[in-house]
C-alpha cells in the first residue's frame, strides 16, 4: 500500500509543469524514502530528476516499494481538476493497477476522487555519480528563466563561459548575436537575489537553448537555480524544493565535430 | 535473405528486444550500413512510372538518387552513415546464390510471357524481380560516396558481417540492413527501415541482441544454431521444421548435433538434407572473414561540391538545383557542433524495468503470436 498527502496541490501541480514538456511516460519509485522519478527525454539529450522526500508529506505511507509507471499528460489533465489549495492524497495498492487522486478542498466541503490507469513503461535507468564540478552558478531562476527566454530569439544554442569576472551566456544566429554577462553579487541582503559563482578554473560549454527552455518551467518552484559544470559533461540546473527535495536536470553539451574519438 | 521468420520468433517470444523509434532519436549515431542491400531496395524502390530512373544513355540511376537522397536524410538527422559493401560471396553461398539465378530465369521468362498478353501489372512485378545490383551500380555509389564525404568498406566477404564486426568493435553504434542474420553475425544493434523513404513514414526498429538472447533465454551458439535451423543463405534446413518447432527443439537440446540425435527416431517427419553443412555454416556465422575494426578507420569529409555536381549532373542527368542544395545540407550537418548523447555520459543500470514486469511478462507470454511491436499500454 502506498499513501502520500500533501497540503497543497499546488506544488504537485508545479512538478508536473516542471516535467511535462520533456517526458510523455515515467515512473515513478516510491519507496519508503520518497517518491523518486529519473527520465530521459525521448532523444536522450536531457535527463530530469525528481525527488520528493517523505518529509515533505502531510502523511506518508510506502510499505513495498512500488513503481508507479504514468502518462504525465493524463496526470497533468487530472491535477487540473484540482485547486491550488486543496490537499492532494495518492494511493496505490501493492498489486494493484491504478493510482487514486483525492482532492479535498480547504474547508473540507468538497472531496473529489479520480482513479488513473497505471502503465507499463520500458524506461532505462541511467546511474549518476555524485561528482564535483569545476564550475557552479547560482542565480535567482526567474534570472535564468530570461536569460534562456531572451537568448533563444538569437540562436538555437548558448554558449556558457565561467571566468573570473563573472558568468557570460552568449548566442549568435543569421540576424546577430546577443551575450548577457552576469556577476558575482553575493553581498545583495536577500539571499534569493545573490548571483554566486563558484570555480577551480575557467571553462566554455555549448547547449541546445531548447532544453533549457524545457528546464525553466520549474522556475515556480524555486527561487534559485544552480548550474553545474564541467568541461565536456552535461550541465545540471538544480533546482530546490523548498521543504521537500529537488529537480535536477541533466543535459548533453554539444560538441564541436572536429574529429571524432569518441562517444557511440 | 536472411533467416528465415526470426523476426517473428523474436516478436513471439522477445517482444521486448524491439523497439520502434524515429531517424531524429539518433542522432550523434554512426551507423554502419549494408550498402548492397540499400542499393538493391532503391533499384526496386525508386521508380517514376514503373520503371527505373535513367540518364541520357539510359543507364539506370534509380540506385544514385537512393544513395544520395537518403544519405542526406541521415545527415540531416544527425546521423553518421558509413556504408559496407558485399565483397566475394562465401562458398557455403553458392546454392543460394544459385536458387536467385534459378528464380530470376523464371521471373524473366513469366515477363516474356506477361509482355506478351500485355498484361501491365504482371510486366511490373516481374521486372522488379529481375532486379540485380551489378559490380557497375556498386561502383557509382562508391564514386558517390566519395563525393559526398561519406566514408565506406568494401568487406572481404559477406557485408553484413563486417557491420556487425564494426559494431562489437565500438567503431559504430548499429547496423542497418533487412537481413536479420546481422544478428546471427552477433551485431549488438540491429537498425530495420533505415534507409526506407521518408514518405512511407515506417518506424525505425530496433533490436537489441542481448535482449533477444535474454528473451529467447539462448546463448549466442544456440542462437546461431537457432538460425541455422530456421533457414538461412548458407545451408539448407531440415525439412518439417517451422518457427515454433525450431524454437523449442533448441530450448530442449541446445544444439544441431544434439537434436539430430534426437530426431532419429523420427525420419519420416523431418527430412535431414543430406551432406547437411550446418556445421560449416555455424563456422561461418562465428568466424566470418572480416577486416579486423581496429584496421579500419572512418573520417567523415567534406563534400566536393562541385565534383558532386559534375558527377550527378552532368553524367548522370540528375537537376542541378536539387543536387546542390542537397549538398548544401550536408555541407551544413558537417560544419555545425553535433549535440551530444546523454547516454554516452552515464550508464544505463542494468535490470532497466524492476519488479512488477514479472507478472506483465507471464501475460505477455500467453497472448503468443501477436508479435507484439512495442510496449502495449494499460497494464491488462
Not at chain 1, 81 to 110: H, I, M, P, W, Y
Not at chain 2, 162 to 175: I, P, S
Not at chain 2, 241 to 247: D, E, K, S
Not at chain 2, 354 to 374: F, L, T, Y
Request: aromatic fraction near 6%.
Amino acid at each position: 500500500m502506498f499513501e502520500a498527502r500533501m497540503a497543497q496541490a499546488a506544488l504537485l501541480k508545479k512538478v508536473l509543469e516542471a516535467v511535462k514538456d520533456l517526458v510523455t511516460d515515467a515512473n515513478w519509485d516510491c519507496t519508503s524514502a520518497g517518491i523518486s522519478l529519473q527520465a530521459m527525454d525521448s532523444s536522450h539529450v536531457s535527463l530530469v530528476s525528481l525527488l520528493m522526500r517523505k518529509d515533505g508529506f502531510d502523511m506518508y505511507r510506502c510499505d513495498r516499494p512500488i513503481s508507479l509507471g504514468i502518462n504525465i499528460a493524463s496526470m497533468t489533465k487530472i491535477m487540473k481538476c484540482a485547486n491550488n489549495n486543496d490537499a492532494v492524497t495518492l494511493r496505490a495498492e501493492d498489486e494493484g493497477d491504478t493510482v487514486v487522486f483525492t482532492f479535498e478542498s480547504a474547508d473540507q466541503e468538497k472531496v473529489s476522487e479520480f482513479e488513473m490507469k497505471l502503465m507499463d513503461i520500458d524506461s532505462e535507468h541511467l546511474g549518476i555519480p555524485e561528482r564535483e564540478h569545476t564550475a557552479t552558478v547560482k542565480m535567482p531562476a526567474s534570472e535564468f528563466h530570461g536569460i534562456c527566454r531572451d537568448l533563444s530569439t538569437i540562436g538555437e544554442t548558448v554558449q556558457v563561459s565561467v571566468t573570473k569576472e563573472g558568468v557570460q551566456f552568449t548566442a549568435s544566429g543569421d540576424t546577430g548575436k546577443g551575450t548577457i554577462t552576469l556577476r558575482n553579487n553575493s553581498s545583495v541582503d536577500e539571499e534569493s537575489q545573490q548571483v554566486v559563482i563558484t570555480m577551480q578554473e575557467e571553462l566554455s560549454l555549448s547547449f541546445a537553448l531548447r532544453y533549457l527552455n524545457f528546464f525553466t518551467k520549474a522556475t515556480a518552484l524555486a527561487d534559485s537555480v544552480t548550474l553545474s559544470m564541467t568541461a565536456d559533461l552535461p550541465l545540471v540546473v538544480e533546482y530546490r524544493i523548498e521543504d521537500t527535495g529537488y529537480i535536477r536536470y541533466f543535459l548533453a553539451p554539444k560538441i564541436d565535430d572536429d574529429d571524432d574519438e569518441d562517444n557511440n | 535473405m536472411g533467416i528465415h521468420d526470426l523476426s517473428k520468433v523474436i516478436g513471439d517470444n522477445a517482444s521486448h528486444a524491439v523497439k520502434e523509434t524515429e531517424m531524429k532519436n539518433l542522432f550523434g549515431r554512426k551507423v554502419a550500413i549494408d550498402a548492397s542491400m540499400s542499393i538493391y531496395q532503391f533499384l526496386i524502390a525508386v521508380r517514376s512510372e514503373g520503371s527505373n530512373l535513367t540518364n541520357a544513355e539510359g543507364e539506370t540511376t534509380s540506385h544514385l538518387s537512393g544513395i544520395f537522397y537518403r544519405t542526406i536524410r541521415m545527415v540531416n538527422n544527425g546521423v553518421k552513415p558509413v556504408y559496407v559493401f558485399d565483397g566475394k560471396p562465401p562458398t557455403l553461398k553458392s546454392g543460394e546464390l544459385a536458387k536467385r539465378t534459378e528464380r530470376r530465369k523464371e521471373a524473366q521468362s513469366k515477363l516474356e510471357a506477361a509482355t506478351e498478353e500485355g498484361v501491365q501489372a504482371d510486366m511490373e512485378k516481374f521486372t522488379r524481380r529481375l532486379v540485380k545490383v551489378t559490380p557497375e551500380h556498386n561502383r557509382q555509389c562508391q564514386e558517390l560516396l566519395d563525393l559526398m564525404g561519406i566514408p565506406y568498406i568494401v568487406a572481404p566477404c559477406e557485408a553484413e558481417a563486417q557491420c556487425a564486426e564494426l559494431v562489437k568493435a565500438g567503431k559504430v553504434f548499429a547496423t542497418a540492413t533487412e537481413d536479420m542474420d546481422a544478428l546471427t553475425f552477433g551485431t549488438s544493434v540491429l537498425l530495420r527501415h533505415m534507409t526506407f523513404s521518408e514518405a512511407r513514414k515506417m518506424p525505425i526498429q530496433q533490436f537489441e541482441l542481448k535482449k533477444v538472447l535474454e528473451g529467447l533465454d539462448l546463448s549466442q551458439d544456440e542462437f546461431i544454431d537457432l538460425c541455422i535451423l530456421l533457414g538461412c543463405d548458407y545451408c539448407d534446413k531440415i525439412g518439417g521444421i517451422g518457427r515454433v518447432r525450431a524454437y523449442s527443439l533448441i530450448k530442449e537440446h541446445h544444439s544441431i548435433e544434439a537434436i539430430l540425435e534426437a530426431i532419429k527416431k523420427e525420419k519420416k517427419k523431418y527430412t535431414v538434407p543430406d551432406d547437411w553443412k550446418f556445421a560449416e555454416a555455424r563456422e561461418l556465422f562465428k568466424n566470418p572473414e572480416v577486416a579486423p575494426a581496429k584496421d579500419i578507420d572512418l573520417k567523415w569529409n567534406i563534400p566536393d561540391v562541385d565534383k558532386l555536381v559534375d558527377f550527378m549532373c552532368n553524367k548522370h542527368g540528375f537537376e542541378e538545383g536539387r543536387i546542390r542544395r542537397g549538398a548544401e545540407k550536408l555541407v551544413k550537418a558537417r560544419s555545425t557542433s553535433t549535440q551530444g548523447r546523454l547516454d554516452s555520459f552515464f550508464k544505463v543500470l542494468p535490470g532497466g524495468a524492476p519488479k512488477k514486469r514479472k507478472s506483465s511478462e507471464n501475460k505477455a507470454g500467453a497472448k503468443k503470436g501477436k508479435g507484439g511491436k512495442v510496449k502495449g499500454k494499460g497494464r491488462k
